[in-house]
């Protein structure tokens, strides 16, 4: 039973833009806060956006100005339209519920960043 799928990632130079899109199950999605986290090589997963279902959002500092995130309630999806993109942007971004994520995490998105 897939929860959440992710896509939209890939292969950027630095300055360059992405728009990553999640589809999450309506179950999760229409009950739920949902966010954008993201796992960089070595490094601990982290929640970099989240929107409630009131579409109050909040980004962490390391991608505020540079992150929009977005939600089509009719879709049950989740974006994050990415602009400004630099190699420390460069992980696996996944979407889940906020603040506390399921256990059921997707493949989520590859975002590589060069320099």
């Known amino acids: 039973q897939v929860q959440m799928a992710e896509s939209g990632g890939g292969l950027v130079q630095a300055g360059g833009s992405l728009r990553l899109s999640c589809a999450a199950s309506?179950?999760?999605?229409?009950?739920?806060?949902m966010g954008w986290y993201r796992r960089a090589p070595g490094k601990q997963r982290e929640l970099v956006a989240s929107?409630?279902?009131?579409?109050?959002?909040r980004y962490a500092d390391s991608v505020k100005d540079r992150f929009t995130i977005s939600r089509d309630n009719a879709k049950n999806t989740v974006y994050l339209q990415m602009v400004r993109l630099l190699p420390e942007d460069t992980a696996v971004y996944y979407c889940?519920?906020?603040?506390?994520?399921?256990?059921?995490w997707g493949r989520g998105t590859q975002v590589t960043v060069s320099s």
């Open positions: 929107i409630d279902n009131s579409g109050t959002i």
């Open positions: 889940n519920t906020v603040p506390i994520p399921t256990t059921i």
């Open positions: 309506r179950s999760i999605f229409s009950l739920n806060h």
